[in-house]
């Protein structure tokens, strides 16, 4: 069973850092692109990084240069970095496994707010 768990989130104020982590489970983690995802209020879901087994990753253009996404195959979880924090990166962030489209965690609620 394909399991997604986010942790990390939390109230910071604008400029800070929060690191996310996702911890994978239940496929060949190593071969999958993984994905973190958020959702503002009243918004659709974007995609905000992602990367490859291979470790190539791609951006959102609101988040380039402030957010880096990495990840350790042995501990089988994926990062979300986050430096800079603005008030418009309040959401719930998911994490996402590329080939798994209905599988979802619960997300973890990151809020930016002095």
């Known amino acids: 069973q394909v399991q997604l768990v986010e942790s990390g989130g939390g109230l910071v104020q604008p400029g800070g850092t929060l690191k996310l982590s996702c911890a994978a489970s239940g496929f060949r983690f190593v071969l999958e692109p993984m994905q973190w995802y958020r959702q503002a209020p009243g918004k659709g879901r974007e995609l905000v990084a992602s990367?490859?087994?291979?470790?190539?990753?791609t951006y959102l253009d609101a988040v380039k240069g402030r957010f880096t996404i990495s990840r350790d195959n042995s501990r089988e979880t994926v990062y979300l970095e986050m430096n800079d924090l603005r008030p418009e990166d309040t959401a719930v962030y998911y994490c996402?496994?590329?080939?798994?489209?209905?599988?979802w965690g619960r997300g973890t609620q990151v809020t930016v707010s002095s």
């Open positions: 990367i490859t087994g291979r470790l190539r990753t």
């Open positions: 996402h496994a590329e080939s798994y489209v209905l599988v």
